[in-house]
């Protein structure tokens, strides 16, 4: 378990400074600890919670499934962390290493994140990147990918804030029922 401490709302070196919306924890609450953490079976409500409250939408049955595929937390190829304040989970990420997509060799995918609205700003999100990274180098791989919707200016400015920056691939779809 990976734990660092931070001052609730002025989580990294550079310090924090916006409001979001209100939430952001007050400057002067004393100084809490973040535990980045593997996900465990009873954290899941938490976690359903949080992305309940992004997306608008209870999807257990979902999550439930997420939680098989990534939640054992023993392989290096998946991870489903969470970030823990005060026995609460405020956040999580989810991973997995592919190998050689698109001929490529093989590298990390983070293909959700999400922080509870009352605990953003404080770091929390960097922090679960943090960890996963650290998982991803561990495995050997030196690439770490995302793909984001273009109208989310919120999830694109945290991962450029990371120092991600555009790759190689362009995104391709098209509808199966014609
Ligand atoms: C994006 C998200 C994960 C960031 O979580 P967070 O814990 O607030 O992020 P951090 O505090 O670690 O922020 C790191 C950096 O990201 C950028 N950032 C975060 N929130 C921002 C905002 N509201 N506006 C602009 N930049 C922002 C900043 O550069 C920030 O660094 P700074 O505070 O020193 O300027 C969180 O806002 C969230 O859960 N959003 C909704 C969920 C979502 O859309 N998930 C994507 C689908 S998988």
Same mark, same amino acid.
């Given at each position: 378990?990976? =734990? %660092?401490?931070?001052?609730?709302?002025?989580? &990294?070196?550079?310090? @924090?400074?916006?409001?979001?919306?209100?939430?952001?924890?007050?400057?002067?609450?004393?100084?809490? !600890?973040?535990?980045? @953490? #593997?996900? @465990?079976?009873?954290?899941?409500?938490?976690?359903?919670?949080?992305? #309940?409250?992004?997306?608008?939408?209870?999807?257990?049955?979902?999550?439930?499934?997420?939680? !098989?595929?990534?939640?054992?937390?023993?392989?290096?190829?998946?991870?489903?962390?969470? #970030?823990?304040?005060?026995? =609460? $989970?405020?956040?999580?990420?989810?991973?997995?290493? =592919?190998?050689?997509?698109?001929?490529?060799?093989?590298?990390?995918?983070?293909?959700?994140?999400? $922080?509870?609205?009352?605990? @953003?700003?404080?770091?929390?999100?960097?922090?679960?990147?943090?960890?996963?990274?650290?998982?991803?180098?561990?495995?050997?791989?030196?690439?770490?990918?995302?793909?984001?919707?273009?109208? &989310?200016?919120?999830?694109?400015?945290?991962?450029?804030?990371?120092? +991600? +920056?555009?790759?190689?691939?362009?995104?391709?779809? +098209?509808?199966?029922? %014609?």
């Amino acid at each position: 378990m990976t =734990r %660092v401490t931070i001052r609730a709302g002025g989580g &990294n070196t550079r310090g @924090r400074r916006r409001q979001a919306g209100g939430t952001r924890p007050p400057a002067d609450t004393p100084e809490r !600890r973040i535990a980045i @953490r #593997a996900v @465990r079976r009873r954290d899941l409500d938490q976690v359903i919670e949080i992305d #309940a409250g992004a997306t608008g939408v209870e999807r257990r049955v979902y999550w439930l499934s997420v939680f !098989r595929r990534y939640g054992d937390g023993e392989g290096p190829e998946r991870h489903f962390l969470v #970030a823990e304040i005060d026995g =609460r $989970v405020v956040g999580f990420i989810i991973g997995e290493l =592919r190998d050689w997509e698109f001929g490529e060799p093989p590298c990390g995918w983070v293909f959700a994140i999400d $922080v509870a609205p009352e605990f @953003r700003l404080g770091g929390v999100a960097t922090r679960l990147l943090g960890a996963l990274r650290a998982g991803f180098r561990r495995s050997g791989v030196r690439k770490l990918r995302t793909i984001l919707a273009r109208d &989310n200016t919120l999830i694109l400015s945290f991962f450029r804030s990371q120092g +991600m +920056m555009t790759g190689p691939f362009i995104p391709l779809e +098209m509808d199966l029922d %014609v």
